[in-house]
C-alpha cells in the first residue's frame, strides 16, 4: 500500500469505481465533511487511524496517566488534560495557539459552516479533546458493566476494530459508527435503534429492581411506586456525570460495594435457610421444576434443596433457554466498549483493561455463583442476596445494592444519552458538542427527560424478569455475540484485500484500488486470515441461533404473563409482598 503508514483510507467524495477513484482532482479534508459521510472510503479510514495510533503510541506517561497499582485501586476523581497537537508536535504551545485551541474546542463542530472555516489542527484537537479516561478507569467501567466470560472474544475483535478505524480525524463514538464504516447507513441505524432499546431498558430495569428492593426493605409499607420514583429522581443526579474519566472513581466504589455484598451474602447463606417465600419469582426451581419449590400441602414444609449436574428439566426448553438469557444478561458488556475507548487518551491500552475485568470477573463471579447454588440450590435466587432469609441481612444486602445498581443504571443512561445525541440531535438538528458549554447546559436538561422515559418503560411492564429475557434475545446477543464476528468479517476481508501498491494518498485525495467486487473479496476472506474469517462465520452461526431461540423463549414467557394479570410499578402493591 502507498502511503506513510501501513492502513491507508479513501477519498470521501470518490466512488468505488476503480478509474474514478484513481483519477479524481479534488480532495475534501476530515474536517469540512458530512459527521457521517457515504462517501469517505475504508482506505481513507485506515490512513488516519494508522497515522493516529502512531502519535498515541508516542504519548508520554505523564500524559496518557499514571496507571499503578494504586491508581488501579484507588482511581483519581480526575484524569490527565488532553494532549493537543500543533504544527505536527504532541504537547504544549504559545498562548495564541492555545487560545486557537480554546475556541476549536467550543466550537459547535456539527454545523458545517463553522467546519469550513476550522483548520485541520482546529478539527483535530477538538477531538483529542474528547478523549481523557485511562485504561484503570476503563478497568472499573467494565466490571461494573458486568463483562462475562464469554464475551472476551467479542471485545477482542473490537478492539482489533476500533484500533484499525478511529482517528481523529475522523474519531469513531459508538457503536453504530463501526457498522456505518464497514456495510452502510441502513446498518448504522439498525444498530443504533437496538443499542438506544437496550440502553434505556437497561435503565428502566435497574430502577425496577432497585426500587423491589427499597420496597422489601420498608416491609411492604411503603408504596410501591414510590419506592421506584424515589431511585429514577436519584438518576436525574447521577446522570449529569458527563464524561467517562469522572465516572471511573464512581465505577470504582461500586465494584467494593458488589463484593462486600458476595461477602455478607455468602456468610448469610451459610448459616440459615433460603428465603422458600420469594422463591416463586425468580428462582432456578420456579423456571424449571415448580414442584421443587412448591411446600407440602399437609405440612407446609418446604422441599429439601437439591442440585443437578444438567438440565434439572431436560423436557423444559423454555425454562432452559430463559436461565441461558438470563446469563447472557447478566455477562453481556460488549455493547458498551468502543464507547469506553471513544473515550480513551490511548485505546490500544484498553485489551489490559478488558483481560483485567475478565479475569476479575470470572475469579470472582464464578466462585459466588457455586457456592449459592451448592446452599441453596433449586432455591437460589436470581438476585442473591434477597434470596437470604433474615430480614436484617436483606436490608443491608439491599441497601449497598441499590447504591452500586444505580452508578450502573447511570453507566448506561450516560452512553445512551451520548448515542442519541450524537447520531440523532448533532447529525440531523446540528446541536453543538458535548464539550462545548451549549452542550453541557443541553445534557443537563436531556439527562432527566432519558431517565423519566426509561422509568415509566420499564414500570409498565409487569413481568420484570420476562423483560430481561426479551431485551436479552433482541439486544445484547446482537451486541456481545452477533454483531462483533459480522463486523470483523467485513474488516478483514476489506483490510486484506488492499494490495501493496494500494491505498489513500493524503496529498492529493486519491484512493488506488485495482480491482473491486467478488474476485477482491475472495482475495481478503483467504488472507484475513483464512481460519479467524471461517471462525467468525462460525460464531456468527452461532450467536444467530442462540438468538432465535432466545428470542422464541423470551416471547412466550411474555404472552404467558399478559395472559395472568400482574403487577407493574405504577400500584401501590409490591410483587415481592406475597403475604
Not at 456525570?241 to 448469610?268: D, E, Q
Not at 423456571?287 to 428439566?313: C, E, F, M, Q, W
Not at 457456592?371 to 432469609?389: D, N
Request: proline letters at 6%; glycine letters at 10%.
Amino acid at each position: 500500500m502507498a502511503g506513510a503508514f501501513v492502513g491507508n483510507g479513501g477519498d470521501p467524495r470518490l466512488s468505488v469505481d476503480a478509474v474514478a477513484m484513481d483519477t479524481y482532482p479534488g480532495y475534501i479534508s476530515p474536517q469540512q465533511r458530512l459527521l457521517h459521510d457515504p462517501n469517505v472510503t475504508f482506505e481513507e479510514y485506515r490512513y488516519y487511524a494508522e497515522k493516529t495510533r502512531a502519535e498515541e503510541r508516542s504519548l508520554k506517561e505523564s500524559e496518557v496517566g499514571k496507571t499503578g497499582f494504586m491508581q488501579i485501586l484507588f482511581p483519581p476523581k480526575s484524569s490527565p488534560k488532553p494532549v493537543f497537537n500543533s504544527q505536527g508536535a504532541v504537547g504544549d504551545f504559545d498562548e495564541k495557539g492555545a487560545a486557537r485551541r480554546k475556541s476549536s474546542v467550543n466550537a459547535n463542530l456539527a454545523d458545517m459552516s463553522t467546519r469550513q472555516v476550522i483548520t485541520m489542527e482546529e478539527w483535530t484537537n477538538a477531538s483529542r479533546a474528547f478523549r481523557t479516561a485511562t485504561w484503570a478507569a476503563c478497568f472499573y467501567l467494565i466490571t461494573t458493566d458486568i463483562l462475562g466470560p464469554f464475551g472476551v472474544g467479542s471485545g477482542y475483535l473490537l478492539w482489533r476494530i476500533f484500533l484499525g478505524l478511529d482517528s481523529y480525524e475522523f474519531p469513531l463514538k459508538n457503536y453504530g459508527d463501526l457498522a456505518f464504516r464497514l456495510y452502510g447507513t441502513v446498518p448504522r441505524h439498525l444498530v443504533n435503534i437496538l443499542q438506544t432499546i437496550q440502553l434505556i431498558c437497561g435503565v428502566g430495569l435497574i430502577v425496577i429492581s432497585n426500587g423491589q428492593a427499597i420496597s422489601q426493605v420498608s416491609k411492604f409499607k411503603l408504596c410501591y411506586a414510590i419506592c421506584c420514583l424515589i431511585w429514577c429522581l436519584v438518576g436525574f443526579g447521577v446522570g449529569q456525570v458527563r464524561t467517562l474519566a469522572k465516572y471511573g472513581w464512581l465505577a470504582n466504589a461500586a465494584i467494593w460495594m458488589n463484593l462486600m455484598i458476595m461477602f455478607i451474602s455468602m456468610g448469610v447463606i451459610a448459616h440459615s435457610p433460603p428465603n422458600y417465600a420469594i422463591s416463586v419469582l425468580g428462582s432456578a426451581g420456579g423456571a424449571t421444576i415448580p414442584d421443587d419449590i412448591t411446600p407440602d400441602p399437609t405440612t407446609g414444609i418446604y422441599p429439601p434443596v437439591k442440585h443437578y449436574s444438567g438440565l434439572p428439566n431436560p423436557n423444559s426448553l423454555i425454562g432452559s433457554i430463559n436461565g441461558l438469557m438470563q446469563g447472557v444478561y447478566a455477562y453481556g458488556g460488549a455493547q458498551l466498549f468502543i464507547e469506553f475507548m471513544a473515550e480513551m487518551k490511548r485505546p490500544h491500552d484498553f485489551i489490559k483493561a478488558m483481560w483485567g475485568a475478565q479475569f476479575f470477573i470470572y475469579t470472582c463471579y464464578m466462585v459466588y455463583g457455586c457456592f449459592v447454588y451448592y446452599y441453596q440450590g433449586q432455591y437460589s435466587y436470581q438476585i442473591a442476596y434477597q434470596g437470604v432469609s433474615p430480614y436484617g441481612w436483606q436490608t443491608a444486602g439491599n441497601m449497598i445494592a441499590v447504591i452500586s445498581g444505580i452508578i450502573a443504571a447511570g453507566l448506561y443512561g450516560n452512553i445512551g444519552i451520548k448515542v442519541l445525541y450524537n447520531n440523532i440531535l448533532m447529525d440531523l438538528f446540528r446541536f453543538p458538542p458535548l464539550t462545548t458549554h451549549k452542550g453541557k447546559v443541553l445534557w443537563a436538561v436531556i439527562v432527566p427527560i432519558y431517565w423519566t422515559i426509561a422509568f415509566i418503560i420499564a414500570a409498565a411492564i409487569p413481568d420484570f424478569f420476562g423483560l430481561v429475557s426479551v431485551v436479552a434475545a433482541f439486544c445484547i446477543i446482537q451486541f456481545c455475540y452477533s454483531f462483533p464476528p459480522a463486523l470483523a468479517l467485513g474488516y478483514f476481508i476489506k483490510k486484506h484485500a488492499m494490495r501493496a501498491d494500494e491505498g489513500f494518498d493524503p496529498t492529493t485525495g486519491r484512493v488506488v484500488r485495482n480491482d473491486t467486487g467478488i474476485k477482491r473479496w475472495a482475495r481478503g476472506f483467504v488472507a484475513g486470515p483464512l481460519w479467524m474469517n471461517i471462525f467468525n462465520i462460525i460464531y456468527l452461526g452461532g450467536a444467530l441461533t442462540t438468538f432465535i431461540l432466545g428470542a422464541y423463549a423470551a416471547i412466550d414467557g411474555m404472552v404467558i404473563a399478559f395472559a395472568n394479570p400482574e403487577l407493574n410499578a405504577f400500584s401501590c402493591n409490591s410483587p415481592l409482598n406475597l403475604g
